[in-house]
C-alpha cells in the first residue's frame, strides 16, 4: 500500500481532531488507518532565521513561519486575494498590495522542506488554496509522484478568477497536479470554462484537460463528515429559556463575510415582526467563532453584527426572553451534536460556500422520529446533494423570513420524509467515502491507463458536444 502524503496549510493535533471537525478529521483517520506523513505549518510564528527547521514526531511533520509569512502568504495573498475572489467578492480583494511573490515564496520553502522526506511510491494529496503553487515546485525539485489537489472552497466563474492579476500564473501552478478535486459539478464547470477561456486548456478524448504541457484530470468529489460522530447525540434541556416552550433556531458559522449572518439576523428579525404569535416562542442561536480578527473586513463584520443582534434584541426582547443568542466563541464539538439535536430548525444560509458540513452535521444529529428542519443557502455547495431541505435565497430576507414559518408549521410526515432522504445522501457521501474516491482516482494516475479515468460529468458533457462537431 503506497504511503499517502497529506499537504495541508495547517496540521492538527490528531489526538485533538475529532474536537477539531470538519477537514481535521478525515486528514487524522488518514493518518491513523494507512501508511501516511502529514505535513504542513503548525500555527506558530518564528524568527525568521528559525523557519527552515522541520519538526517530526511520527507521522507529522511540522515548520513554522515568520511574522512576515503569516502576514503576506497567510492574512495577505491567501485571505486578503484569493479568499474574497474564489467567494465572489471582488470588491475586498487586496489586488495591489503585493503579497504574490512572498505567496509563492512560501510555497517553494516548503516544498524544499518536504522534498527530503518524500519516497519514490507516496502519493501526494495537497489541501486548499493556500498551496496553489506547490506541486510546481516540487516538480522543480525532482518529484515524480502523483499529486492530487482539492479545493475546500469554492472555485468562481471564470471571469471573476480572471480578475487576479496573477491568474495564469495560478493556472499554470494549477498543471503541475495530475487530479484536481473540488465540491461540487458547478465548482468544475467554473474550472474547465476557465481553463479553456483563460489559458487555452482543451479537453482531450479521455476526459482529461490538456493544459501546458500535462493533463491533469479534474473532478467532483464532494465532501462529508463521519455520522457515527453524531448518532448519540441527545437533546439538551438546558438550552431552553425562563419561559416555555421555547423552540430553538441553531447556527454555527465561522465569523466570516462569506456566511450571510447580517441576512440571516435580518431574517429573523423580519419572521418576528411578520408572525407576533411566534415571539417568545422562538430564539435564534448562532454561534459564530472568531476568525481572522486582524483582516479589516471581518472587524467590519463583527460590528455590523453586535449591533444588529442588539437592535432586534431590543426591539422584540422581554424580560425573560432574549430572540437572539449571539455567542461570539467556540463551543466545544461534543456538545454541538446534543444542541443540533435540541433545534428545530438548523439555518445555514451562506452566501457563498464550498460545501458547508453544518448542514450536514445537524441532519445527522436529528432524531428520526420528531427530526428538525433544515433551511439551507441555494449558494452552499451542500444545496447541490440536499434538495429535500427548505432552498433558499440568503439575499431575498423576505423569502427567508417565510421559509422560517413554513418550518416551523410543517407536519410530522413531511418532516421525517424530507430528513430521511437528507440522512440517506449524508451517509452515502460521508468523510470515509470521499477520502476513498479521491484517492482511488489519485491511485489511477500510477497507472498510466486512460481507459480507468472518470471524466466528471461537466466534462462528459462538453466531450459529446465536441464530438458532435
Known sequence: ??????????????????????????????VRTRPALWFGWNGEIAPENATATVEREGRIATVPLSEADHQAYYLGYSNSVLWPVFHNRLDLAQFEAGFFERYVDVNRRLAEQLRPLLRPDDLIWVHDYHLLPFATELRRLGAENPIGFFLHIPFPPWQTFMAIPEHQQLARALAAYDLIGLQTKADVANLVTYLENGVFGRIVPDGRIRLLDRLVSVGSFPIGIDVADFAHAKRDGGLVQARAPVHRIIGVDRLDYTKGLPQKFKAFGQFLDSNPRYRGQVVLTQIAPPTRGSVEAYSDIRQQLEALAGSINGRFGELDWVPIHYIHRSTARRRLADIYRSSRIGLVTPLRDGMNLVAKEYVAAQDSADPGVLILSQFAGAAEEMSQALIVNPYNIAETADVIRMAFEMALAERQKRHAALMATVEKNSVVAWCRSFIAQLERVRSNDPASWRAPEPIRTALAKLQAT
Open 1 to 30: 500500500m503506497s504511503r499517502i502524503v497529506l499537504v495541508s496549510n495547517r496540521v492538527t493535533d490528531i489526538r485533538k481532531a475529532p474536537q477539531a471537525g470538519g477537514v481535521a478529521v478525515a486528514l487524522a483517520d488518514i
